[in-house]
């Protein structure tokens, strides 16, 4: 064979394979979008749980803030000034009863006015005596004629001049013997000492403040609700007091403000409490009024998704298919929350694995407590599942 036909023949095996290597690649590059289009729609579906909303009858509350304060603080100090303290018998925290001692003044001067107004007092009455014997013997010199009329009736004069001064020296004394009973400070009511402020030594001013009592250790809190939520509050309404993180005290409301604060725009509620020990006046504490009961639509808590400050849930479609449905939220009771808007009672939504999905998603349904078949909704079957 000749040269010149070799290489013909080698030009056109050259050009052949040229072109099927060309058609191989062009093969290759229109199958790759069909590949990740089947990668797509092969994507593997999540397992979830669903549920129907349930109705259930729940307290209605009123959450609130607010301070526990005294029912009634009495302010306890001297009634008679410039006289020293000698003794004081109580403290902070104590407990008192009414009548009990809580301090003694020195007694020097006021007893020792008490004996002047005594003495006094004993004259007048001994002058009184004897105005009253002259009367008498003067009534007998009238009516015997040695004395006239108008000198008989001096000495009557005289005996109600006496029984005057006698009642005043009387007056004047009881006066100093209540003096001198203020040297004692006693307590006017049962309660709890929560303030002292004296001290042994001082000498105390008529008036000034040495106790501070609550009457009857009783406390009170003094809810803040906004103006709009007072109207929903009576007298007598059940409220629930968080003392502290694993007690709850039980309350009363006793008293409604009526005046409205004008900067914070929030009414005062008085609620009465028990005499707890753990409740101290002065502490802000956490509570809720209870205003009656309702029905709520509640789903299990972890069927709420919260993304960016909203509140979510999944509700499951055709072809177990999820749509993302934003909701409002309300009363929340153990593990449920209630659904105040966004879903309807017989909305199918997933309960467990909420958190993983996407509106859009596509998800296997395990054990769904719902009628499927008139929503179209399929659930994994066993033989499914295990394949």
Same mark, same amino acid.
């Given at each position: 064979? !000749? =040269?010149?036909?070799?290489?013909?023949?080698?030009?056109?095996?050259?050009?052949?394979?040229?072109?099927?290597?060309?058609?191989?690649? *062009?093969?290759?590059?229109?199958?790759?979008?069909?590949?990740?289009?089947?990668?797509?729609?092969? @994507?593997?579906?999540?397992?979830?749980?669903?549920?129907?909303?349930?109705?259930?009858?729940?307290?209605?509350?009123?959450?609130?803030?607010?301070?526990?304060?005294?029912?009634?603080?009495?302010?306890?100090?001297?009634?008679?000034?410039?006289?020293?303290?000698?003794?004081?018998?109580?403290?902070?925290?104590?407990?008192?009863?009414?009548?009990?001692?809580?301090?003694?003044?020195?007694?020097?001067?006021?007893?020792?006015?008490?004996?002047?107004?005594? $003495?006094?007092?004993?004259?007048?009455?001994?002058?009184?005596?004897?105005?009253?014997?002259? $009367?008498? &013997?003067?009534?007998?010199?009238?009516?015997?004629?040695?004395?006239?009329?108008?000198?008989?009736? @001096?000495?009557?004069?005289?005996?109600?001049?006496?029984?005057?001064?006698?009642?005043?020296?009387?007056?004047?004394?009881? $006066?100093?013997?209540?003096?001198?009973?203020?040297?004692?400070?006693?307590?006017?009511?049962?309660?709890?000492?929560?303030? =002292?402020?004296?001290?042994?030594?001082?000498?105390?001013?008529?008036?000034?403040?040495?106790?501070?009592?609550? &009457?009857?250790?009783?406390?009170?809190?003094?809810?803040?609700?906004?103006?709009?939520?007072?109207?929903?509050?009576?007298?007598?309404? @059940?409220?629930?007091?968080?003392?502290?993180?694993?007690?709850?005290?039980?309350?009363?409301?006793?008293?409604?403000?009526?005046?409205?604060?004008?900067?914070? &725009?929030?009414?005062?509620?008085?609620?009465?409490?028990?005499?707890? @020990?753990?409740?101290?006046?002065?502490?802000?504490?956490?509570?809720?009024?209870?205003?009656?009961?309702?029905?709520?639509?509640?789903?299990?808590?972890?069927?709420?998704?919260?993304?960016?400050?909203? !509140?979510?849930?999944?509700?499951?479609?055709?072809?177990?298919?999820?749509?993302?449905?934003?909701?409002?939220?309300? =009363?929340?009771?153990?593990?449920?929350?209630?659904?105040?808007?966004?879903?309807?009672?017989?909305?199918?939504?997933?309960?467990? *694995?909420?958190?993983?999905?996407? *509106? *859009?998603?596509?998800?296997?349904?395990?054990?769904?407590?719902?009628?499927?078949?008139?929503?179209?909704?399929?659930?994994? !079957?066993?033989?499914?599942?295990?394949?």
């Amino acid at each position: 064979m !000749s =040269r010149s036909k070799i290489l013909f023949l080698a030009i056109i095996c050259l050009v052949i394979l040229a072109v099927a290597f060309a058609m191989k690649q *062009g093969v290759m590059k229109s199958d790759k979008p069909q590949s990740a289009a089947i990668g797509q729609d092969s @994507k593997p579906a999540l397992t979830v749980t669903t549920v129907q909303p349930e109705t259930r009858i729940w307290p209605e509350q009123i959450t609130a803030t607010g301070t526990v304060q005294a029912w009634q603080e009495s302010i306890i100090g001297p009634e008679i000034g410039g006289l020293r303290l000698t003794e004081v018998m109580v403290n902070v925290g104590d407990l008192v009863k009414k009548g009990a001692l809580l301090a003694r003044f020195s007694e020097e001067m006021a007893l020792n006015a008490v004996l002047q107004q005594q $003495a006094a007092f004993d004259d007048a009455k001994a002058r009184f005596a004897e105005a009253q014997l002259n $009367a008498k &013997r003067s009534d007998q010199l009238r009516s015997q004629g040695f004395i006239n009329e108008q000198d008989a009736q @001096k000495f009557t004069t005289n005996v109600q001049i006496a029984e005057a001064q006698m009642k005043l020296a009387e007056a004047k004394l009881e $006066a100093e013997r209540i003096k001198y009973s203020y040297t004692k400070v006693l307590a006017h009511d049962d309660g709890i000492i929560s303030s =002292r402020t004296a001290t042994v030594g001082t000498v105390m001013q008529n008036g000034s403040e040495m106790f501070r009592l609550i &009457r009857k250790g009783r406390m009170e809190w003094r809810a803040e609700l906004p103006e709009q939520l007072l109207h929903q509050v009576r007298i007598g309404q @059940k409220v629930s007091l968080h003392v502290s993180k694993a007690e709850k005290v039980g309350g009363t409301v006793a008293r409604i403000s009526p005046v409205i604060d004008l900067q914070t &725009r929030n009414g005062t509620v008085y609620v009465e409490l028990p005499p707890v @020990k753990s409740i101290r006046a002065g502490m802000f504490a956490q509570g809720e009024l209870e205003l009656g009961k309702s029905d709520a639509l509640t789903v299990p808590q972890g069927a709420v998704v919260v993304r960016d400050g909203y !509140s979510y849930v999944f509700k499951v479609v055709k072809d177990n298919r999820v749509d993302q449905v934003k909701v409002s939220t309300g =009363r929340r009771q153990g593990d449920r929350v209630e659904i105040t808007g966004g879903i309807k009672p017989d909305t199918v939504i997933v309960a467990l *694995g909420a958190g993983f999905l996407s *509106g *859009g998603d596509i998800v296997r349904i395990e054990n769904p407590k719902l009628n499927t078949s008139e929503t179209g909704i399929h659930p994994v !079957s066993p033989i499914a599942k295990r394949g």
